[in-house]
DNA sequence: CTTCATGCAAACTGTTTGCAGAGAC
DNA sequence: GTCTCTGCAAACAGTTTGCATGAAG
């Protein structure tokens, strides 16, 4: 179950033995076309908006899965929901400013060298001392944007 | 509603009109003696140990009033559930270290003066670019610990 | 004695599970 | 044909809300 750009998710699903159905090809098709970071209920929305009729625990079923085989990737912003993000190559870090009020996110990646090394510094130092195998960061800053603050 | 040491809470809830009661108290010092990040049923359950009974709702309104008074911290590891962190002048700054698995959470403060100078210079660089308050951020190393990788 | 706090029951939200029928291979 | 996938209904967990009672000031 490596991760892969999900042009090759037909590949990705055959080769670990799941099939290619159409609810799948339509989500898929739905988290391309909507982009961002939509909960299931988004997502549902927008297959309504092309009258594809799935039901919600086929999408989180089918969430779930693509998770699994690092088709999507999923963020927890702090409102108790899960979001997803399909995963690319040239998507691969960015991090997030999140508005408390809208839930508004927005992905920047300036900075990204320096805190890359920085990063990656203090993982050494973690992983070292605590004995951990870490898997991902996150960071994340929060706050108010323009329309909020009024 | 300034942030405050929790040494002051019972001044912190009389300036801002709230009364001092009993749940109110036991709960404080739950958190005291409990220390980490309890969510709230292991609030509760902290509070059966010294045969407090309190009630479920009293303990989740009794924690909004004081995040919303600056004595306790909120964080969110994913796990859908709210934890909480007695707020105090020593622990304002430090980041987390949290095991994908058994969602055990190391503090870490290591590397903080490195951290500090770029998050202060990312912080000003997202302010000025996306017109955004930021009020906070988070940075967080998710992975697995010696025991739940076995 | 007024106002705010408490606690119960019920509602709510996002998510998960059991199970029978449908579809992929 | 077999085995997985789907979708409905029901369950679930954490949290929130309405409302009558109780305690603080």
């Not at 055959?14 to 799948?24: A, D």
């Not at 919600?56 to 699994?68: A, G």
Request: proline letters at 1%.
């Amino acid at each position: 179950m490596r991760r892969r750009g999900f042009r090759n998710w037909e590949n990705s699903l055959k080769e670990n033995g799941y099939k290619l159905t159409n609810p799948r090809k339509t989500i898929l098709e739905a988290l391309e076309r909507r982009g961002g970071h939509p909960n299931a209920r988004e997502i549902l929305l927008e297959l309504s908006r092309k009258n594809s009729e799935i039901g919600l625990t086929t999408i989180y079923r089918t969430l779930d899965l693509f998770v699994k085989l690092g088709i999507l990737k999923r963020y927890d912003f702090g409102d108790r929901q899960n979001r997803y993000e399909l995963f690319s190559e040239d998507n691969e870090h960015h991090h997030h400013l999140i508005c408390k009020k809208c839930i508004k996110v927005i992905e920047y990646d300036d900075f990204l060298d320096e805190e890359t090394t920085l990063i990656k510094k203090i993982e050494k130092m973690l992983t070292e001392k605590y004995d951990f195998v870490i898997d991902k960061h996150e960071l994340t800053f929060y706050g108010y944007c323009k329309n909020c603050r009024k």
